[in-house]
């Protein structure tokens, strides 16, 4: 794989948990409320356990969170708004238009939707830390990738996938048991046993046949008759 498409990959994949995941860090719905919509996010579930002493809140069934351009559900969801702390449990998906404000990389934009999938999503919007457990998928156009553990740490520029990872852009792909992207510096480390890249061959265009030059035509010289010497006239001839 190139390190200009493996960085294309890393890169969507970092800003999907960013965007995705912002509508996550709203604000607590009131509990006699099923559901919370303001200017800028929605918050749909049919149940809510609040406590605003705390902070602390459950949604026990089906919840989402919505914002224009971007949605996650997941089976149910517990969280601290006081701390800016919420996570997704069971079939969690992450859809982005690849629209969000907050992604003006052209890596991200311009490449179409993105969707992430997993088991558990955590978000700590004050830390500005996002984990994806079990299960992760990513996909965003031809590029796709997995792990068993992603995390994102937009405060120190870090993503780190750990356990199993795939990572695939276009046909060149790499396997390794972790790798570690520098989202500001754009290092790459991976370390598996071993690390597998691999990379379509590049098809040369088959040679043009060469035009067989067609046989030089000439044109015959005309044929040229003798002229013939005068014959010499016999002696006393006047």
Same mark, same amino acid.
Do not use: W
């Given at each position: 794989?190139?390190?200009?498409?493996?960085?294309?990959?890393?890169?969507?994949?970092?800003?999907?948990?960013?965007?995705?995941?912002?509508?996550?860090?709203?604000?607590?719905?009131?509990?006699?409320?099923?559901?919370?919509?303001?200017?800028?996010?929605?918050?749909?579930?049919?149940?809510?356990?609040?406590?605003?002493?705390?902070?602390?809140?459950?949604?026990?069934?089906?919840?989402?969170?919505?914002?224009?351009?971007?949605?996650?559900?997941?089976?149910?969801?517990?969280?601290?708004?006081? $701390?800016?702390?919420?996570? %997704?449990?069971?079939?969690?998906? #992450? +859809?982005? &238009?690849? *629209?969000? /404000?907050?992604? !003006?990389?052209?890596?991200?934009?311009?490449?179409?939707?993105?969707?992430?999938?997993?088991?558990?999503?955590?978000?700590?919007?004050?830390?500005?830390?996002?984990?994806?457990?079990?299960?992760?998928?990513?996909?965003?156009?031809?590029?796709?990738?997995?792990?068993?553990?992603?995390?994102?740490? $937009?405060?120190?520029?870090? %993503?780190?996938?750990?356990?199993? #990872? +795939?990572? &695939?852009? *276009?046909? /060149?792909?790499? !396997?390794?048991?972790?790798?570690?992207?520098?989202?500001?510096?754009?290092?790459?480390?991976?370390?598996?046993?071993?690390?597998?890249?691999?990379?379509?061959?590049?098809?040369?265009?088959?040679?043009?046949?060469?035009?067989?030059?067609?046989?030089?035509?000439?044109?015959?010289?005309?044929?040229?008759?003798?002229?013939?010497?005068?014959?010499?006239?016999?002696?006393?001839?006047?």
């Amino acid at each position: 794989m190139t390190t200009h498409r493996f960085l294309n990959l890393l890169l969507p994949l970092g800003l999907v948990l960013t965007c995705g995941t912002t509508a996550l860090a709203a604000p607590t719905p009131s509990p006699s409320a099923p559901g919370l919509q303001t200017a800028a996010y929605r918050i749909e579930t049919d149940e809510t356990k609040a406590n605003f002493n705390t902070g602390d809140f459950t949604m026990p069934h089906r919840v989402r969170f919505f914002r224009p351009g971007t949605d996650a559900i997941g089976d149910r969801a517990q969280g601290n708004s006081k $701390r800016g702390t919420v996570s %997704l449990f069971g079939n969690v998906v #992450v +859809h982005d &238009s690849g *629209n969000a /404000s907050e992604a !003006s990389d052209a890596a991200y934009k311009g490449s179409g939707p993105a969707t992430l999938t997993c088991d558990q999503l955590d978000v700590d919007s004050k830390a500005r830390v996002y984990t994806a457990t079990g299960n992760f998928h990513f996909t965003q156009g031809t590029r796709t990738g997995s792990a068993n553990r992603a995390m994102l740490d $937009r405060t120190a520029g870090t %993503l780190h996938l750990e356990g199993n #990872v +795939h990572l &695939s852009d *276009n046909g /060149s792909t790499i !396997s390794a048991n972790v790798v570690d992207y520098n989202l500001n510096t754009k290092d790459v480390q991976t370390h598996g046993s071993p690390t597998i890249m691999t990379q379509p061959a590049t098809q040369q265009p088959a040679p043009a046949p060469r035009a067989t030059p067609a046989a030089a035509r000439h044109t015959p010289a005309p044929r040229r008759t003798p002229t013939r010497a005068p014959s010499p006239k016999p002696s006393g001839t006047p």
